[in-house]
């Protein structure tokens, strides 16, 4: 569908330099089962959960022409900073269709101003077909290109920075340099920041035998400008020998765990709770929020910026 | 290894099933069925997307029919652009094919007024989703335009953006309205109609659906032409029932921002209201 009138911002732009959720603390991903909670949230001050709450989107949700899907999006953006996270641009492969998705982006970022914008170091669209979900690139040289190259047409594209997430790994494939070395190097090449999934990174720990710790140790902290955590679940036939990012679920502990690590090596960084299927009561997510803040609360470490 | 041969081999586990050739990048074979959880992802996505884009074919078929002929679906269309929403634009063509056989060989009862119901989701959808209008006709417009002497039914209106026309089957509305609605055909009081024309448009937020008369009918498709007048309008009802009352049916249109016009063109944009 074609995008239709998108209002002029009223909000101020960040400098397109900058990773620009130093200030933000912990946020929600933002459901539609949610948004009367949302909006009789009180903002700012007023807010029980402080300051730093924030909602993340995913963008392409957004791809419509007008709406009440967007004037409620306007009412979230008028209490709350946004972060924009993207799904579909399929940043490691086939390029050619790029600019007209990331045009969209483009339209709503210049009306809405989220603080963040995302996407993943994945691939999703081949020979005109759009698969919808999340597949791991190769670590080699090759793909390293493709993902930097698509990285650049998004970010010139939108005229922003943007930060790029870790993959779910189920499997290993061949590769040529580990996936810490693969996301610091795209990241470095093109410009870009890292978003790290520490519920991607446990998952793949799992059921690929990395070194979840080593792995975060090996990123420097001044690229990362933002944190997610979310559960996960058993395959229903392989039981924990396969752990699937289901975001079915509250946060597991060994997550939780690994989150407080990220942050004493990472220092202060937005964190966003995503919760995208089994939707549980807002109240609930609220209260996962909030601990997500208190572990911000207590990370002396305010990082390497 | 080259990552268009790694893609072309993921690209066709994803399509059909087969792995074997992805062998050649996975650095332990016995893992490879793990790569079902990227495709069942894919096809889960799809198909939850085409349950909400078509919730009322679902509630007729049911969810493990729907699931099933929403699987072949995107086997047969699968998504072009980088985003879920809106996806299902042949869906209605296709489930009927469906139900009727001609996709999978193993003829199914076919569900009265499949195709037309999920015209009807698909409709509803679209006008949902539609822009917001920004040059709405309203009753204040109309007293200026009178008032400046501006022969009315000279002026050039267009339908709004959400407004959305959907031919159907005679009873398919009502059929679609008690399913939205959760009651019985003979409750929603068009059961009887014979209108093949229904409306679909949005108000302060909210989708609204109406079948048409038969002049009601001819006036909104005159209004769908490029350069379109009341005037043009009103002469295909009229056409259809010399009896047509046009002053309601414009009041209508008013109050329920139906209609849309270019203010500017009599005035300029600093003095409009």
């Not at chain 1, 492969?93 to 982006?105: R, T």
């Not at chain 1, 594209?157 to 070395?181: A, C, T």
Request: overall charge negative.
């Amino acid at each position: 569908m074609a995008m239709g009138h998108l209002k002029a911002n009223p909000f101020s732009p960040p400098r397109q330099s900058e990773i620009v959720g130093d200030h933000l603390g912990a946020g929600l991903g933002l459901k539609a089962e949610h948004l009367d909670d949302v909006l009789a949230l009180p903002a700012g001050d007023a807010n029980p959960s402080g300051n730093g709450l924030w909602f993340e989107v995913h963008t392409e949700n957004y791809f419509v022409a007008g709406g009440p899907r967007l004037n409620y999006l306007r009412s979230v953006r008028e209490n709350f900073e946004l972060s924009f996270h993207g799904v579909g641009g399929s940043l490691g492969y086939d390029h050619q269709s790029m600019p007209a998705h990331v045009k969209q982006v483009k339209a709503l970022i210049d009306e809405f101003q989220p603080r963040l914008i995302s996407e993943h170091a994945v691939w999703s669209r081949v020979d005109g077909r759009y698969f919808a979900d999340l597949m791991p690139l190769p670590r080699t040289h090759d793909a390293l290109q493709s993902l930097i190259d698509g990285i650049d047409v998004y970010q010139t594209g939108v005229g922003r920075r943007i930060l790029i997430e870790n993959p779910s790994n189920y499997l290993d494939f061949v590769s040529e340099m580990d996936e810490p070395q693969f996301l610091v190097e795209a990241a470095n090449r093109s410009g870009c920041g890292l978003l790290i999934d520490i519920n991607n990174l446990y998952i793949s720990s799992q059921n690929t035998g990395i070194d979840a710790l080593a792995y975060l140790q090996q990123i420097p902290a001044s690229l990362v400008g933002e944190i997610h955590i979310a559960g996960h679940d058993p395959d229903p036939e392989l039981g924990r020998a396969l752990l699937i990012d289901s975001h079915a679920a509250e946060v597991d502990s060994s997550v939780w765990a690994l989150l407080e690590q990220a942050l004493s090596i990472f220092g202060h960084q937005p964190v966003l709770v995503e919760r995208d299927a089994n939707i549980p009561a807002f109240a609930e997510l609220m209260r996962e929020q909030q601990k997500a803040q208190r572990f911000l609360d207590q990370c002396t470490y305010k990082g390497s910026r | 290894m080259a990552v268009d041969d790694y893609i072309a081999a993921f690209a066709h586990y994803l399509r059909t099933g087969d792995a074997n050739r992805m062998h050649d990048f996975c650095v332990n074979p016995e893992h490879i069925k793990r790569m079902a959880v990227y495709r069942n992802g894919f096809y889960k996505g799809c198909i939850d997307a085409l349950s909400a884009n078509f919730p009322m074919c679902e509630k007729l078929v049911g969810n493990e029919s729907f699931r099933n002929a929403a699987h072949i679906y995107v086997d047969h269309y699968p998504p072009e652009k980088g985003t879920l929403v809106g996806y299902g634009q042949n869906f209605s063509g296709f489930i009927a094919d469906f139900f009727s056989g001609l996709v999978t060989n193993e003829s199914q009862a076919l569900p009265v007024n499949i195709a037309d119901l999920a015209h009807l989701d698909y409709a509803w959808l679209t006008s949902l989703m539609s822009a917001d209008s920004e040059q709405v006709l309203r009753g204040e417009h109309v007293a200026w335009l009178v008032a400046q002497g501006h022969d009315l039914a000279l002026v050039e209106v267009r339908l709004s953006p959400s407004v959305i026309l959907c031919d159907v089957g005679a009873s398919a509305f009502s059929q679609w309205l008690s399913l939205k609605t959760n009651q019985k055909e003979d409750e929603q009081g068009n059961s009887a109609s014979t209108n093949d024309l229904v409306m679909f448009w949005r108000r302060q937020g909210a989708v609204q659906a109406r079948s048409l008369s038969v002049p009601e009918a001819a006036l909104m498709r005159a209004l769908q032409r490029v350069d379109s007048t009341l005037d043009s309008g009103f002469a295909a009802a009229l056409e259809v029932d010399p009896d047509f009352d046009v002053s309601d049916i414009f009041s209508a249109c008013l109050q329920n921002e139906l209609l849309e016009t270019d203010m500017t063109q009599y005035r300029p944009e600093s003095d409009l209201i």
